[in-house]
Structure formats: structure tokens, C-alpha cells
């Protein structure tokens, strides 16, 4: 097997692992396996360009570095904890706008049908915003939340130009930021709800590395120059 997949295998596991540990209320278990989530991705994409021969993205990888940083900042209650896993989760999002737009998103959002895209990220988060309002404001979190939200929205909206796994991936990650938000400002709470916000946050960010992952390129061979070596998966 690959060690990309072996890699991708270790991931699944441990949000298995996360997953069992968030359902049955086992602080220790949840604890030690949810930092070890977006590395694990961070080896995966570095392993799979690697063997294609191509750079590994490096806004993405450094995304999935802000994103370790939040996970660890959420695992410690309080409102300036929060706080702090919010700025590295913002962090996240503009590495991965910088990664998106860099390959030109701007284009193919203002033609049919992804110019509804952002018309529909931006309904969806003042609607949000506005039914949250009252209860972040409560808590002290409504500007900052909605300046997260915003950097959110954009994040999803761009992701929607590289392929249908990273705006998908993309997505969910808003849909789990959104659970939280309603968790904090108390307008909602679904049954099961940590355990959603755990699964579709793991989904999401998969989905974005594994299908940026598939569009990585080797880089092109001069002419007359000599192909690379192919490398054996080990």
C-alpha cells in the first residue's frame, strides 16, 4: 500500500476514535485524538504530491497548521480560549481563499451557474447572522463572529471553482463552524450536536485536502530534457 494511504487510513481511524470518544463522553480519549487530525492530513497531502513529483501546497498545508492551533484552543473552556481558536480558524480560511484565488476563482464565479454561489453564501450568512445576533451579542461575540463568518462565506464560496470534494469539503466545514455559532449564542442545539460538528468538520476538511491532493501536477519536463524517475509508492 501507498504510505499516502496508509496515512489516509490513520486519519479515518482516528476520527473514528474521536468520533466514539465525543459520543461516549471520554475527555481523555477526545483529547488526545483531536490534535492528531489535521496533521495526519498535512502528512497525507505532502506524502501524495511528493510521489507525483509535484510541490506540496503550501497555503493549504499552512491552513491545516492554524486549524491544529484551533482544535487545541477549543479543547480548553472559556471565552478567550474561544477566541483564540476562532483567530487560528480565521487563519485557516484566508490561507485557504489565498490558495483558492490563486488559481483564479474570479472567472468562473461570474458565469452560470457559480454566480449563484455567492449570492447564496451571502443570504446564507446574514440569515444566520441575524437569527444568532441577540444571543452573540450576549455573549460578547457577535463582531468578532461576524467578521469570522464573512471570511467563512468566502472561503466557501471560492472553494466551489476547484471541483465538486473541495467545495463540498468546504461547505461542510461552514455547516460545522454554523453548529457551533448556534451552540454559543443558544438559538439551537440538535441532538447529537458535538458529535456533528466533529464529523462534519472532519469530512469537510478531508475533502478539501483529498481533492486538492488530485489536482496537484508534476511539474512539466522541458523538451529534449530527460523525464524524472518515476517513484515506486512505498
Request: overall charge positive.
Amino acid at each position: 500500500m501507498p504510505r499516502s494511504r496508509t496515512i489516509l487510513a490513520a486519519f479515518l481511524t482516528v476520527t473514528a476514535a474521536n468520533l466514539l470518544a465525543n459520543a461516549t463522553g471520554s475527555d481523555l480519549a477526545f483529547t488526545l485524538t483531536k490534535p492528531l487530525l489535521m496533521p495526519l492530513l498535512a502528512a497525507y497531502l505532502w506524502r501524495v504530491t511528493a510521489d507525483r513529483g509535484a510541490r506540496p501546497d503550501r497555503l493549504v498545508l499552512a491552513g491545516l497548521a492554524f486549524a491544529t492551533g484551533g482544535d487545541v484552543a477549543l479543547l480548553v473552556a472559556g471565552t478567550g480560549w474561544f477566541l483564540a481558536g476562532m483567530a487560528c480558524f480565521l487563519g485557516t480560511h484566508l490561507c485557504y481563499l489565498a490558495a483558492f484565488t490563486r488559481d483564479g476563482a474570479a472567472t468562473p464565479l461570474r458565469r452560470p451557474p457559480l454566480v449563484a454561489v455567492p449570492v447564496g453564501y451571502a443570504v446564507l450568512t446574514v440569515v444566520a447572522l441575524a437569527w444568532m445576533w441577540s444571543g452573540l451579542s450576549d455573549a460578547g461575540l457577535a463582531v468578532p463572529v461576524a467578521g469570522y463568518a464573512l471570511a467563512l462565506a468566502a472561503m466557501a464560496t471560492t472553494a466551489v471553482t476547484q471541483g465538486r470534494w473541495v467545495g463540498l469539503g468546504a461547505a461542510l466545514f461552514l455547516g460545522s463552524d454554523l453548529l457551533i455559532a448556534a451552540g454559543v449564542a443558544g438559538v439551537a442545539e440538535p441532538p447529537g450536536a458535538p458529535v456533528l460538528v466533529m464529523a462534519t468538520y472532519a469530512a469537510g476538511q478531508a475533502l478539501v485536502v483529498t481533492g486538492r491532493a488530485a489536482r496537484a501536477e508534476a511539474p512539466v519536463t522541458p523538451a529534449g530534457a530527460p523525464a524524472a524517475p518515476r517513484r515506486r509508492p512505498r
